[in-house]
């Protein structure tokens, strides 16, 4: 069964340091979603990308946090500097059009200390 | 501003009792109601609603979804040890999943 690729699992981080995490979406799906899951709290959209341009990046906070998806296949997210408040799971997505078939990755649990 | 409240946000249940998990929104541009459940990992899909009055069953699981109330309930019967995880509603408009807070449910044995 076709999967979404995450890595790492794991991310321990110095708060001032840069983090990045890598996301490989199911072959042939055009749409990718980055969410972040604060313990205690649904996911939140961070950002969504079709094939390679950005449809959505209101939550993205961008003094600190960028996302690309160069060639419309995989993607990167990366934090820089980390906060303590950045703590959280961060999950990616894909499905094949907007609105249809997403499948999670499993996500990378990031503790910033 | 679109939302999605789900409710309890916790329940403590012992195997073998009914459950329902419960869900409003208010989202605009409303295409489905997605039920996800979480352990410790991603999310797992469960169900995804589109038509009011429509229930839709998968073994001791089902749903339902009101689009004039604007909810959806996910009732577990039987409950076993192994359902013990958060159940998440989301809402699907223009791409985006809109979700809930999550309901955590635990089942003793």
């Known amino acids: 069964e076709a999967e979404v690729a995450q890595s790492p699992r794991y991310k321990i981080t110095e708060k001032s340091q840069a983090v990045a995490f890598w996301c490989d979406p199911i072959s042939g799906h055009a749409t990718l979603y980055w969410y972040r899951q604060i313990l205690g709290q649904g996911p939140e959209l961070l950002v969504q990308?079709?094939?390679?341009?950005?449809?959505?990046d209101s939550q993205l906070p961008k003094d600190r946090f960028s996302a690309e998806r160069l060639k419309g296949v995989d993607s990167t997210l990366k934090i820089q500097p980390a906060e303590l408040g950045d703590s959280a799971m961060y999950l990616c997505?894909?499905?094949?059009?907007?609105?249809?078939?997403?499948?999670f990755g499993s996500g990378t649990r990031l503790t910033v200390v | 501003e679109d939302k999605v409240v789900q409710s309890p946000l916790s329940l403590v249940v012992h195997e073998g009792d009914t459950v329902t998990l419960n869900c409003s929104y208010e989202v605009t541009n409303f295409r489905s109601l997605l039920w996800y459940k979480q352990e410790k990992k991603a999310p797992t899909f469960l169900f995804m609603l589109?038509?009011?009055?429509i229930e839709k069953k998968s073994g001791r699981l089902s749903s339902i979804l009101d689009k004039k109330e604007l909810f959806s309930i996910l009732n577990i019967t039987a409950t076993q040890t192994g359902d013990s995880a958060i159940y998440l509603c989301?809402?699907?408009?223009?791409?985006?999943?809109?979700f809930g807070q999550g309901t955590t449910l635990q089942v003793k044995p």
């Open positions: 989301a809402v699907s408009n223009t791409g985006k999943l809109i």
């Open positions: 589109t038509s009011s009055g």
């Open positions: 990308f079709q094939d390679e341009s950005v449809v959505d």
């Open positions: 997505a894909s499905s094949p059009d907007i609105g249809v078939g997403y499948t």
